[in-house]
């Protein structure tokens, strides 16, 4: 999870360097960049949280921006809580974001910087979030937006206007970033250097305390890292199926009605005949007689047309009533009277006169009430089912908005209702690995997470053929698991965090006997406690690479140390500590036209563009001074968290 935070709220400002700029305010919208000028005053009040030189940062602005950060991250992570947004600093990040934005547009107005009223509109007009069906700038998918984020118009003007500010300025201080050819040739051979050494692994495990800890060491380690314990929002769902079976008898069609619908269409029932035909068209009549008498004469129209310097078109099989509707009456009447083979009658049309040779005929007799009652009666049934699901569905929810209850209006209807397992906003069940929501409750899972506790909805699953009754029976909310329920669990982690704690230790002693001259091999052994051996590596940074794969942390160290250095690093999860040794550099010269010295000019750039944009910044926040309210702070997180005392 916190990898998941990491990522979002660390990309870096130097998307400006690529140009990219609007990519950076269509982020801003979707996840947490939204900021507002409150007119307060100095920092020490407690509607502000910030002061980044004259603008103010509200308590307002950062609960807002703090909401929209997690609505964000829960398209990748759906069970994502406020709480644990905040545990794991997302809060401290999104305010950290709003003083940049904030020192930024300050620092553009001090020195006559400014986004005009026409420049922030062509801004909105290139969002495609505010575009209709037509692809152009749509006024209702724009209002729609801001009330779906909670947004006022002038709020969102305020943030763009910041983001072009932003443009100006990192723009042209970042903008064609290099780096001497010397160290651009140094970077290339990096990437194609060997490296060989040593990695050893000293596991918690092997020192973790065999004892339980006591009450207050317990209580001590689960308050320290409460965090770790947060348990995902659940939610139980009592809902009850309407479908097609619900309806029992009342969906089937009566004689009475089946013969109405027979008469209704009596003309799709009676005999018909289509007719399939090969066709010219010229313009003169007797240029059409010419052609006709050539094939009665026994040639074939194809080869009349081709001396005649034209093409014959065969046309799919149509009815009389088609072919006079595309050509004319007396076009129909010649085709529909010839027979199969031969070549009807010119006659004019359309486009001019048209002669054609009857390729196929396909009659159907008249069917009778009898031959097509079932395929009537199917045709009804399914009409009425989707009219009687849906009048029951309109009815059922009028219900419920009057203030019936959901078990009451199953009753009704003759449903039974279900209850799920607690689930979490992905749809699993809370504590079943693999086990999954119900299907019929996957459309209505997310309306599910953003409803109270006995406010019953009516929603349809499949168009015209299922309805679900629904509401939510009980809400547990997120927050840290009691120590009481997890303590097995706590007690492992405690065992594992004091063993990470001595395997430390162990690895500054091996760090020393290395050191001091003994080879990993033989400082791992010199231990008390049984470690598993070394292991030896020989790798180039192209083989890494081609691995396609996260680079294991060991690995990366190896790979960013001096030759004849030893190293230690805590590895994740608390498993325990590695000690690097890189015993050899192997480096590869690359060529001065290596098409790889291009790539490693172009990647040095973008870091180095990167780079002066955050110290821009951070020079920016300096001169203009920023204040935080720590108190204000400490209040808007409390509120996120709801604890209010």
């Known amino acids: ?25 269509a982020l801003a919208f979707a996840s947490m960049d939204v900021s507002s000028s409150a007119t307060f005053g100095g920092v020490s009040g407690g509607n502000r949280v910030a002061v980044v030189g004259d603008e103010k940062i509200g308590t307002a602005d950062l609960v807002r921006d703090a909401n929209n950060a997690v609505d964000g991250l829960r398209q990748d992570d759906p069970t994502l809580s406020m709480q644990a947004f905040v545990e794991q600093g997302g809060l401290d990040r999104v305010l950290s974001q709003m003083i940049d934005r904030a020192a930024i547009a300050g620092y553009a107005r001090e020195y006559g910087l400014r986004a005009g009223e026409n420049l922030v509109n062509s801004e909105i007009l290139g969002i495609s979030a505010f575009r209709g069906p037509d692809g152009n700038f749509s006024e209702d998918a724009f209002r729609g937006f801001l009330a779906q984020r909670g ?13 072009i500010l932003a443009q100006q300025i990192l723009i042209p201080a970042t903008f064609g970033a290099t780096l001497p050819n010397k160290l651009v040739a140094r970077y290339a051979s990096l990437q194609r250097e060997s490296r060989e050494g040593t990695i050893g692994f000293i596991p918690s495990a092997a020192f973790a305390p065999d004892t339980a800890p006591t009450t207050a060491q317990l209580q001590s380690y689960y308050t320290a890292n409460r965090g770790d314990y947060i348990r995902p929002e659940r939610r139980t769902i009592r809902y009850a199926t309407l479908d097609a079976e619900s309806l029992g008898n009342r969906a089937n069609p009566t004689d009475a009605e089946i013969a109405a619908r027979y008469r209704e269409n009596q003309a799709q029932y009676a005999a018909s005949e289509t007719r399939g035909f090969s066709q010219l068209i010229v313009p003169t009549q007797q240029a059409a007689q010419a052609i006709r008498q050539r094939v009665q004469a026994g040639g074939s129209l194809e080869e009349a047309a081709r001396e005649a310097g034209l093409s014959v078109a065969e046309v799919e099989p149509r009815s009389r009533q088609q072919l006079a509707s595309s050509t004319s009456p007396a076009v129909a009447e010649a085709v529909f009277t010839a027979e199969r083979g031969s070549v009807a009658v010119p006659q004019r049309g359309s486009l001019g006169w048209y002669v054609t040779r009857v390729d196929s005929i396909d009659r159907t007799p008249a069917r009778s009430l009898a031959q097509v009652r079932g395929e009537i009666a199917e045709e009804l049934r399914l009409e009425k089912r989707r ?11 009028d219900s419920l908005d009057d203030g019936e209850a959901l078990a009451d209006v199953a009753r009704e209807l003759g449903l039974q209702i279900q209850t799920t397992r607690p689930l979490t906003a992905a749809g699993q069940v809370y504590g079943q690995q693999g086990e999954t929501a119900p299907e019929i409750l996957g459309s209505v899972l997310p309306t599910a997470f953003q409803m109270e506790e006995g406010e019953p909805q009516v929603a349809e699953v499949t168009p015209g053929e299922t309805f679900v009754l629904f509401d939510v029976a009980r809400i547990t909310g997120s927050a840290a698991a009691p120590l009481g329920e997890i303590r097995d669990e706590v007690v492992a982690e405690w065992r594992m965090a004091q063993g990470l704690a001595a395997a430390r230790k162990a690895a500054d002693r091996i760090l020393a006997r290395v050191r001091g001259g003994a080879t990993l091999a033989e400082a791992m052994r010199a231990e008390d406690a049984s470690l598993p051996a070394p292991e030896n590596i020989d790798l180039s940074r192209q083989e890494l690479a081609a691995r396609q794969q996260q680079v294991p942390a060991p690995l990366a160290l190896m790979f960013s140390m001096a030759e004849g250095t030893t190293k230690k690093l805590e590895g994740p999860g608390s498993i325990g500590w590695f000690v690097v ?5 192997v480096p590869d010269e690359v060529a001065a036209d290596d098409p790889f010295i291009a790539s490693a000019r172009q990647q040095l750039a973008q870091r180095t563009g990167e780079e002066y944009a955050q110290q821009l910044i951070a020079s920016m926040r300096g001169e203009l001074g920023v204040e935080r309210n720590a108190e204000a702070i400490e209040a808007v997180r409390r509120q996120l968290v709801g604890n209010t005392n």
Do not use: C, H, P, Y
């Open 581 to 585: 040794n890189l015993a050899d550099i």
């Open 387 to 397: 009219n009687a699901l849906a009048d029951l569905a309109v009815d059922a929810q």
């Open 151 to 163: 947004l006022n118009e002038a709020t969102v003007r305020n943030d763009l206007a910041s983001d």
């Open 1 to 25: 999870m916190l990898t998941t935070f990491r990522r979002f709220f660390q990309s870096k400002i130097g998307i400006v360097v690529t140009m990219a700029f609007l990519a950076l305010i």
